[in-house]
């Protein structure tokens, strides 16, 4: 398994993640952006200085990340991002304007 290092904020925190496959986890961390409601079902990240996004880190098979990248879609560009745990990792940033979408003030998807 060539390990790597993934930030989820979304849906792979609870339904999705079982697409990260085998997986360790490291522990809650923040990155600094905000986080849209982008639609009922699924966040936006947007990275940035002016907010905190909640998520979770964890080690996973980086050969899942073309299976990760499909179910994100055309939605998102997936990023490098440090983490308040100083790992590096990869997030699925959303690539649209979030101009007029709701954002999550709370920066936690689970508290929408």
Known sequence: MKKDY??????FRDQAK??????EH?????????????NEFYPGFVRGEDGKVFGDVYVFD?????????YE?????????M?????????????????NTPNIISGDWYLR
């Open 83 to 99: 983490t308040s745990l100083g790992i590096e990792c990869w997030v699925y940033e959303y690539k649209y304007d979030v101009s």
């Open 18 to 23: 079982s697409l990260l496959g085998v997986v």
């Open 73 to 81: 879609g055309d939605e998102y560009d997936r990023k490098r991002i």
């Open 26 to 38: 490291l522990g809650k961390a923040t990155v600094d952006g905000k986080i849209y409601k982008v």
């Open 6 to 11: 993934i930030f989820v904020y979304g849906l």
């Open 62 to 70: 980086r050969e899942n990340l073309p299976q990760l990248d499909e």
